[in-house]
């Protein structure tokens, strides 16, 4: 991996880390005994713990999800070091590595409280409103970094490869000739 996808990895993973860690801060400061509509029937800041995996699952378990942070974080470096070298790509993994650390960073210091949670969205399905579960920059930083490195190893790269294979037909063809 070149200089600047490292530079834009660790950049990105900084400043999601940051931005979580800061917002969660707020919203303990703020949202303590209040919740603040910000589009009604569609989103609103209201503070929730969660001692659990995503949606809640599996609550008071901290310690299994310390490590499963710790091997994801792992996990995230490792396939950025084996990875397409793509700049997004960095990007990307940045995002679910800084999220990973915002997380982790709210089960390590906050373990009786679990994790901090403030985003709580609303969504219309069939003309009823649903909740979404309650979250945070961390898990939106997880998700959408989740669903683009998804997007590039299964779109990307394959449009690549397949690319890259009609260019080597391309070359066995030329020197058959």
């Known amino acids: 991996m070149g200089l600047r996808n490292t530079i834009w990895f660790y950049s990105t ?14 919203a303990r400061q703020s949202l303590a005994h209040k919740s603040v509509t910000l589009i009604p029937g569609l989103l609103d800041l209201r503070l929730a713990y969660n001692t659990g995996a995503a949606f809640s699952i599996l609550p008071n378990w901290a310690p299994l999800f310390i490590l499963v942070g710790l091997v ?33 960073i709210d089960r390590i210091a906050f373990a009786g409280r679990g994790v901090t949670d403030f985003i709580d969205l609303h969504i219309r399905i069939k003309g009823s409103l649903s909740a979404w579960p309650t979250f945070n920059i961390a898990d939106a ?37």
């Not at 490869?161 to 391309?170: I, L």
Request: charged share 20%; hydrophobic share 45%.
């Open 72 to 104: 994801a974080i792992y996990a995230i470096v490792k396939l950025r070091r084996t990875g397409s070298g793509s700049l997004w790509a960095s990007i990307w993994l940045g995002m679910l590595f800084g999220g990973a650390i915002g997380n982790l």
């Open 141 to 177: 930083a997880i998700v959408i970094g989740a669903l683009l490195v998804l997007y590039h190893v299964y779109v990307i790269e394959k449009r690549r490869s397949e690319a890259g294979g009609e260019q080597e037909s391309h070359d066995e063809h030329e020197t058959q000739d």
């Open 13 to 26: 993973a900084i400043d999601v880390a940051v931005i979580d860690q800061v917002t969660k801060y707020l």
